[in-house]
């Protein structure tokens, strides 16, 4: 519901749609020709529900690693209620993003650091296929992944399709499903 109407819930619990629940069903359907030997999730209940649609009856490892980056006060308001609210915050971390944080936010770096630590575990696992459910989240791994130097707002990861990172002998490569 909060995503539908454009505000920041990054640590927010929020209930899937049901066109949540229909991308859902689209990703399994996607997936399809792939057989996953491990699942993670973000530790949110959204992740989970999305990920129990996609692969039922399979274990999920859940993860508060991967949960999104949490936008302290400004969780749950939209862009325009921030603005009215906070403006001198606001333009600060319009100009900044990335080292500016909001009050009682989660600062990106610590963001970045938290996401990277659980890319760690996942890199160390010998699994074949392995899905991560999230969003937020998959855009710092592809940034690290595959380029350092890419931009984290060009990294586009549409709601209700699946993304596939793969390993080669050149580096990562990404495919949209």
């Known amino acids: 519901i909060c995503n539908r109407e454009r505000r920041f819930y990054g640590s927010l619990e929020s209930e899937l749609t049901d066109q949540g629940r ?7 359907k996607l997936m ?8 993670y999730t ?3 209940k959204r992740a989970q529900e999305t990920a129990t649609i996609a692969f039922p009856k ?18 749950g308001l939209t862009a325009d209620e921030i603005e009215d609210r906070d403006p001198v915050n606001w333009v600060r971390w319009l100009e900044a993003p990335f080292d500016y944080c909001p009050p009682q936010a989660e600062s990106f770096s ?8 659980g890319l760690v575990e996942i890199l160390a696992r010998e699994e074949a296929t392995i899905v991560l459910v999230a969003l937020g989240v998959l855009r710092l791994l592809i940034q690290n992944l595959t380029d ?28 949209l499903l």
């Open 58 to 75: 399979r274990e999920l490892l859940k993860r508060d690693v991967f949960n999104e980056k949490g936008f302290g006060l400004w969780e």
């Open 110 to 117: 610590d963001f970045k650091t938290r996401v990277q630590s």
């Open 148 to 175: 350092p130097h890419r931009s984290f707002w060009d990294i586009e990861v549409p709601q209700g399709r699946v993304l596939v990172l793969e390993e080669s002998l050149v580096g990562w490569r990404e495919k």
């Open 42 to 44: 973000s530790g949110l």
């Open 22 to 28: 229909k991308q859902a069903r689209q990703q399994r």
């Open 32 to 39: 399809e020709s792939f057989e996953p030997e491990v699942i």
